[in-house]
């Protein structure tokens, strides 16, 4: 079963065998210690991204995995977003997919299929890690929080989703300094989705007419007159 990822896995069990020469009422207490650092951090490093930072944009590496933490499928993109309530996720290639939120509705266009599909933000985000990206609701609302520690300079958390009709069992965020460093996702059929931030800016300006989603002419469009 998928889990964090293996450079997680690696450093904390790094961390775990440089103890082992210690009694290990000593050893326990230390290691605990260090955990509870690590995860102060990461939850001081989680509640600036969700509540001071109001505008944002990165580049991405976003990798599929099977059940057995196989790799299939890599692709890149970037993501800007203006709080509350609007981004613009875009896959890189010419017959990839784009995502808008426009503070009101999700539009999903999928080029390669010439289609256009339309939902209220509040039906799409629920469960999800778009409540972290959007600052709907407090993250607690949605799910559980687990302090992970650090691995290489990223201090993860495990998110378990409080709604049985999420379509993730879990998620795992990384945090840094710079603001979000990473994602992993597992959904209820075994695979895991990671991405990986690079090129991280905070409070950049960006207007408001990126997030206003023309829908090409041509394209079919389906749960607009629904929303």
């Not at 993501?79 to 999700?106: C, H, M, N, T």
Request: glycine share 6%; with cysteine.
């Amino acid at each position: 079963m998928y889990c964090v990822s293996p450079m997680f896995r690696r450093a904390r069990a790094h961390a775990q065998r440089s103890l082992h020469w210690l009694p290990a009422s000593l050893a326990a207490v230390l290691l605990l210690a260090s955990q509870m650092a690590m995860g102060s951090t990461a939850l001081d490093q989680l509640d600036r991204f969700v509540q001071g930072v109001e505008t944002f944009q990165a580049d991405f590496e976003q990798t599929l995995y099977d059940a057995d933490s196989q790799p299939l499928q890599t692709t890149t993109g970037s993501i800007r977003l203006k709080r509350p309530g609007r981004f613009v996720w875009s896959y890189d290639g010419a017959d990839s997919q784009e995502i808008v939120a426009d503070g009101e509705r999700i539009w999903l266009y999928d080029k390669g299929l010439d289609q256009v599909t339309v939902n209220a933000i509040n039906e799409r985000i629920a469960g999800t890690p778009l409540v972290l990206l959007m600052r709907s609701a407090p993250l607690e609302e949605s799910f559980d929080i687990v302090e992970l520690g650090e691995a290489e300079g990223i201090n993860w958390l495990e998110l378990t989703p409080i709604s049985e009709n999420s379509d993730f069992e879990m998620v795992f965020l990384g945090m840094n300094d710079a603001g979000l460093a990473a994602m992993e996702l597992r959904d209820n059929f075994g695979q895991a989705t990671q991405i990986r931030f690079s090129d991280f800016e905070a409070d950049v300006e960006l207007d408001d007419s990126l997030f206003v989603f023309e829908v090409p002419e041509g394209v079919d469009v389906i749960g607009l007159d629904d929303n």
